[in-house]
């Protein structure tokens, strides 16, 4: 007689168990800090949830824009919000994204005046009522750290909007600051800008892209924030939020799944 399968999921379900502790000691720490935040164990969950949050919080006709966000894509969250066409919603990336290029946005090889119009969409995002967005890591201690390129996002969020909804799977939950600049670097750009950019498809166009992209891990050294210098760097601006004075302004949305990258 053949001896059964184990039940492999039995080992794998104990991750909700553990984020959901993560998650716990997370928010205790936001809510010493100005801000606060809340657990919902799976993405299916929070899709609906949030859209329900969003309609308390922001009023018919009222302004709601995001950041670059795998995450948020990914939750169907923005999709919704633009389907129940109440709210005026500014997508960041129309005049970047082409419908048959969602992942594939290269941002250096904005067409002629796409980077115009892009940057009056971030400015107006800052008037939102809400702002969405994920983020690069987070701490035990409550301390959101992200990186940007143009800074749009991470403008958004430390001022600007009345509101920002940080949407995270537990995944980008680390131990402190150091992890978070390893995280930042070796683990959110090389992805990213190898999503953004796709595979280059000549030397020049190769030239264009930070050694991140080509090597999966950041060419410089995070843990010294020592940078690769290239000068399409998508890490040259980077801000550490951990004790904002406006209250309860950063909300803070964990989703008990590895989410975003
Ligand atoms: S310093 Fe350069 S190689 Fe390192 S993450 Fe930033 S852009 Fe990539």
């Given at each position: 007689m053949t001896k059964p399968e184990p039940?492999?999921?039995?080992?794998?379900?104990?991750?909700?168990w553990y984020y959901e502790k993560l998650a716990g000691?997370?928010?205790?720490?936001?809510?010493?800090?100005?801000?606060?935040?809340?657990?919902?164990?799976t993405a299916r969950e929070a899709r609906k949830k949030i859209f329900e949050m969003i309609e308390k919080e922001v009023p018919e006709?009222?302004?709601?824009?995001?950041?670059?966000?795998?995450?948020?894509?990914?939750?169907?969250?923005?999709?919704d919000l633009q389907k129940a066409k109440?709210?005026?919603?500014?997508?960041?990336?129309?005049?970047?994204?082409?419908?048959?290029?969602i992942h594939?946005?290269?941002h250096w090889m904005l067409t002629e005046g796409a980077l115009d119009k892009s940057i009056k969409n971030w400015r107006e995002g800052l008037q939102a009522n809400l702002y969405l967005t994920s983020t690069n890591a987070i701490t035990l201690k409550g301390t959101l750290v992200n990186s940007d390129g143009?800074?749009?996002?991470?403008?958004?969020?430390?001022?600007?909007?009345?509101?920002?909804?940080?949407?995270?799977?537990?995944?980008?939950?680390?131990?402190?600051?150091?992890?978070?600049?390893?995280?930042?670097?070796?683990?959110?750009?090389?992805?990213?800008?190898?999503?953004?950019?796709?595979?280059?498809?000549?030397?020049?166009?190769?030239?264009w892209y930070p050694p991140c992209s080509r090597l999966g891990r950041c060419g410089g050294e995070p843990k010294?924030?020592?940078?690769?210098g290239h000068k399409n760097r998508a890490c040259g601006m980077t801000t550490?939020?951990?004790?904002?004075?406006?209250?309860?302004?950063?909300?803070?949305?964990?989703?008990?799944?590895?989410l975003g990258f």
């Open positions: 039940e492999l999921t039995k080992w794998i379900d104990i991750r909700p000691t997370v928010i205790g720490n936001l809510k010493k800090n100005n801000m606060d935040g809340m657990y919902i164990p006709g009222g302004v709601i824009s995001w950041g670059g966000s795998v995450t948020l894509i990914n939750l169907g969250i923005l999709f109440k709210w005026k919603c500014i997508n960041p990336f129309k005049d970047i994204i082409t419908p048959n290029e594939v946005a290269r143009y800074g749009n996002r991470i403008a958004a969020m430390t001022f600007g909007p009345k509101k920002v909804y940080v949407v995270t799977g537990c995944n980008k939950i680390v131990r402190d600051l150091e992890e978070a600049f390893v995280r930042v670097r070796n683990v959110v750009a090389p992805q990213l800008v190898r999503m953004m950019g796709g595979e280059p498809k000549s030397k020049e166009e190769e030239a010294e924030l020592r940078n690769c550490i939020i951990d004790q904002p004075h406006i209250p309860d302004r950063i909300f803070v949305i964990f989703i008990g799944e590895d």
